[in-house]
């Protein structure tokens, strides 16, 4: 009860790869050098291996909304129409983005907890002929919510828009077939299913969206994704690489490969299922219940109860850090997240822990009976007659 080791339990920064945290330690390297290019080098291609896709990959020292803002800014002419998907505090930043480079956007706006259908896509690119893009998460994080990003991109591929994905907590936790769904960027970030910590993002970009930057006349000085893309391609930066972070991207990198990127997505499922099973059992409610996501669960908090007094509980009691809801969520829901370099070993703690915080705040359960229900998904998938 007297130590706490820290624990990082939310949708991003997630926990690290220790051995990538090592080979920060080796960033004193000039990022002009052949050293460091060969690292560069073997990043963008480990990246187009672990994408599954032969499409330039840009890599780019930002969060991944620095990313999202380059797509537009890149690919765009001001006043082109486009299609805007908000289903959570993600997609609202894709409104905004989209609106302050002067873009017409047409907002499919959905409650938070719903998704945006591929019917509400082709409704509303049937009423606004001409659209340049349509935007949208793969993976809402505010909400816990996952879009059907193949059917809204098959929808999309009659038409000459193009279909801009944020990935970045879609990526290591549902499958994202970049060239057979026709996905034309797709956006991530370093802290997520990478294992690394923040300040790097990435595109994928198909030639169908290089065509869009040649006309693209909005203004573009450092995030430029075609200056970004020929220096990438001879292991160089346009401007100061983040070094230590590259050195540990190549590191996470080699370990996706090793354990393969279907069996990273196919992890954080199985610790969704678990979890969503262990809140059923303890008589909790997903906030997102028809499209449920596995990068992150969202879950309600019980009746009378501020969600605040579950995340407190985690940080006070066991030194853990999860995540609360965001905006007008706060207070509603509590989230764990999944992607990238979590175990069941973690869940079981995890859901062990929320029993008692939840007995601690006046919800009774009877204890060990969500930490059951995870121990029968990992005993179902790991072949174990429970």
């Known amino acids: 009860m007297h130590i706490k080791k820290q624990r990082l339990l939310t949708p991003g920064p997630t926990p690290l790869y220790p051995p990538a945290l090592h080979a920060m330690m080796a960033s004193d390297l000039h990022h002009r ?20 896709t032969s499409y330039d990959v840009v890599p780019l020292v930002a969060s991944g909304s620095g990313a999202m803002e380059a797509s537009v800014s890149n690919l765009f002419s001001k006043g082109d129409k486009v299609i805007v998907c908000v289903a959570g505090k993600f997609g609202e930043r894709w409104e905004g983005i989209t609106k302050a480079y002067g873009l017409d956007s047409v907002v499919l706006r959905v409650e938070y907890g719903q998704v945006v259908t591929p019917a509400q896509v082709k409704e509303a690119l049937a009423a606004n002929p001409g659209t340049k893009g349509v935007f949208i998460q793969a993976s809402e994080t505010s909400t816990g919510a996952s879009h059907d990003i193949e059917s809204i991109a098959k929808a999309v591929a009659a038409t000459d828009a193009i279909r801009v994905v944020d990935g970045i907590t879609g990526i290591g936790t549902q499958p994202l077939k970049i060239e057979e769904w026709g996905i034309d960027v797709l956006i991530g970030g370093s802290q997520k299913a990478f294992m690394i910590p923040p300040g790097l993002a990435f595109l994928s970009i198909s030639p169908k969206a290089w065509k869009r930057a040649d006309a693209s006349d909005l203004p573009k000085y450092y995030f430029n994704l075609k200056k970004e893309a020929k220096n990438a391609a001879a292991g160089e930066s346009s401007w100061t690489p983040a070094t230590s972070l590259m050195l540990a991207l190549a590191k996470a990198l080699e370990y996706i490969k090793s354990i393969g990127p279907d069996k990273l997505i196919e992890n954080a499922q199985l610790l969704a299922k678990a979890t969503q099973a262990a809140a059923a059992e303890l008589g909790l409610e997903l906030f997102s219940k028809d499209s449920p996501g596995a990068a992150v669960t969202a879950i309600k908090a019980p009746a009378g109860m501020d969600s605040g007094a579950i995340v407190k509980g985690y940080k006070q009691r066991f030194g853990a850090i999860i995540a609360n809801g965001q905006g007008t969520m706060k207070g509603q829901i509590f989230r764990i997240a999944h992607l990238g370099y979590f175990d069941f070993a973690d869940m079981f703690a995890v859901i062990a822990a929320l029993e008692l915080i939840l ?26 007659q429970a």
């Open 33 to 52: 050098t052949e050293d460091f290019r060969k690292v560069y080098q073997a990043c963008v291609t480990d990246l187009k291996e672990v994408l599954g």
């Open 359 to 384: 007995i601690a705040n006046g919800h009774k359960v009877k204890l060990g009976s969500g930490v059951a229900a995870v121990q029968r998904v990992y005993a179902e998938a790991a072949g174990i």
